[in-house]
């Protein structure tokens, strides 16, 4: 089947963009946080998106290289440290992302919004370092494509 890269590409990009945002909010403090009704919606919106850029890349890269087959969005990321894409200790933190992403959508009215500005303050780093995987995988695969 194939990869599309400029599918992965737009992803990535709109991942980007929501990172940037979310390192704006690492500046408040977390008092601030929780009496901001507005900046905690948004941090989760923003957080809900880049978690779903995750999985949309993921699952993209899982289907088009035939990676395996996977029952569940947190199936994902160990099908993509399997197929060599991103590191086994990332693939961890991936999953836990996503079990994230499934209480913004599905546990919204019980969010810890405690835990939520955590991460923002501690995790931002963990899509970085996903987006720097899949950049890399997709300039090796170019690279593969250009000596053809």
């Known amino acids: 089947m194939g990869i599309d890269r400029e599918t992965i590409e737009r992803r990535l990009r709109k991942l980007e963009e929501n990172l940037a945002l979310l390192k704006e909010l690492k500046g408040i403090g977390l008092a601030e946080f929780l009496d901001d009704l507005k900046t905690r919606l948004y941090a989760a919106h923003l957080l809900q998106t880049a978690i779903q850029c995750v999985i949309d890349i993921g699952s993209h890269l ?12 947190s199936d994902i990321p160990e099908a993509l440290a399997n197929g060599g894409i991103i590191p086994a200790g990332l693939s961890r933190k991936l999953k836990e992302m996503i079990g994230l992403r499934n209480i913004l959508v599905h546990g919204y009215l019980e969010v810890d919004y405690a835990a939520l500005h955590r991460f923002i303050q501690t995790e931002l780093r963990d899509f970085e370092e996903f987006a720097a995987a899949v950049a890399s995988f997709l300039d090796r695969e170019g690279r593969k494509d250009g000596e053809a």
């Open 62 to 73: 899982v289907l088009g290289l035939n990676l395996g087959r996977v029952e569940r969005y």
